[in-house]
């Protein structure tokens, strides 16, 4: 079985170079450049925030190549209801972002998609427990989304230009 495996060792390559990290690979180095414009409301704050990061742990400044631009739809569903009081018991922030990564000067599409996802949370009788419950659940979908946007974006730049990964 390992004389199989052997001639196949040099055919897998990580996505994200290396290490997996954030490390100077020719892809790492294309994603730092990726300038995410500001998106609307609390959520929007909370996923252009975890997309920075996503793309540019390192805090190095780069000059940007691309531009990402996003636009999120947020909403809440209340799916159970208690019968004797009629209150919701909890509810459901469904979030959808349309995105689109084109190169700057030239203003050429890379790649555009939608990413969604969907946080549950019980609710209370106490009004600020509710708030904040809503609030963690928005940086639950942001996490989630940003996360998908990174993936789908590496992996549309790492098939576009077969040399990056090397």
């Not at 170079?17 to 892809?27: Q, V």
């Not at 294309?30 to 996503?54: K, P």
């Not at 209340?78 to 922030?93: F, K, M």
């Not at 809503?134 to 990174?150: M, T």
């Amino acid at each position: 079985m390992l004389a199989a495996a052997l001639p196949l060792g040099g055919c897998v390559e990580p996505l994200y170079g290396a290490n997996g990290a954030f490390d100077s690979s020719p892809l790492a180095s294309e994603l730092q450049a990726i300038q995410v414009d500001e998106i609307q409301g609390r959520m929007g704050h909370y996923l252009h925030n975890e997309l920075i990061y996503a793309f540019n742990g390192t805090g190095s400044t780069v000059q940007p190549r691309y531009r990402l631009t996003i636009t999120l739809r947020e909403r809440v569903q209340t799916p159970i209801l208690d019968t004797v009081t009629g209150r919701a018991t909890s509810a459901t922030v469904i979030a959808d972002a349309d995105y689109r990564l084109v190169t700057v000067p030239q203003n050429v599409e890379v790649t555009k998609g939608t990413a969604f996802n969907i946080a549950s949370y019980d609710r209370f009788s106490n009004r600020f427990a509710n708030v904040r419950a809503a609030r963690d659940a928005e940086i639950r979908d942001a996490k989630v989304i940003a996360d998908s946007i990174r993936t789908r974006v590496a992996t549309e730049m790492a098939a576009r230009a077969p040399a990056l990964s090397r």
